[in-house]
């Protein structure tokens, strides 16, 4: 596996504020897996003795809900950190992170983290500017459920997902989500997911083939959203 400073997707992450010396400690101690599609990373509940950082591939963050259904909170994808918060805060993992593709994770010992956390104030800055952010995001999000239609949330969501995500050669979102999955990201019952995307099917803002879904009018889409 590769060295910890030689890796191109800690410059997306906190971890870019660490010194030479400790992304090589962090190499010396970290346990990189590869994790299959639709496996889990961690589950809701369990306790997380370290942080995750993603080399490759995308995850969903999701809590399940008192109805039984998956509630995706959010998207993660290659040069994230998962677990930071809860390693912080010392509470068991508040979502389930589960694969949506082949991934790479690299696992680091909360000892360590926390190391570099006394040690380097620009990498504690930089963790605490990303647990901010997750909060506003959920703020946003919320507000979003209580105030959008569920088509308007939909049509948000494609945007996202390419911009996001970016698109495959053949022009379709690169990131493929089971219609489940997509419901569970906009809060509805995935009947009504699939309605709406026949409904944005029909009016040619979206073309779909099979699971993937090209989208063919995002200026419609964007006065929708």
Do not use: W
Request: with cysteine; proline share 1%.
């Amino acid at each position: 596996m590769s060295k910890c400073e030689q890796c191109i997707v800690r410059q997306f992450s906190s971890i870019k504020a660490l010194t030479k010396d400790q992304l090589v400690q962090m190499a010396n101690c970290k346990t990189s897996y590869i994790i299959k599609k639709g496996e889990p990373i961690f589950e809701e509940g369990e306790t997380l003795n370290g942080v995750y950082c993603i080399k490759d591939g995308v995850c969903k963050l999701s809590k399940l809900s008192s109805n039984g259904k998956d509630q995706i909170v959010k998207l993660v994808k290659a040069g994230e950190l998962l677990g930071q918060r809860s390693m912080i805060s010392e509470e068991s993992a508040n979502l389930s992170a589960v694969a949506l593709e082949d991934m790479e994770v690299c696992f680091v010992p909360k000892t360590e983290i926390l190391q570099f956390f006394n040690q380097n104030n620009d990498f504690s800055m930089n963790v605490m500017k990303t647990i901010c952010g997750d909060l506003k995001e959920s703020d946003d999000h919320m507000v979003d459920m209580a105030q959008k239609t569920v088509k308007q949330r939909l049509a948000e969501t494609l945007l996202y997902l390419e911009d996001t995500f970016g698109k495959n050669e053949d022009g379709s979102i690169r990131i493929q989500l089971s219609r489940e999955e997509l419901a569970g990201m906009i809060g509805t019952a995935t009947e009504s997911c699939i309605r709406l995307l026949s409904e944005f099917n029909k009016t040619k803002s979206i073309e779909l083939q099979g699971k993937k879904i090209f989208l063919k009018d995002k200026k419609a889409l964007q006065k929708i959203s």
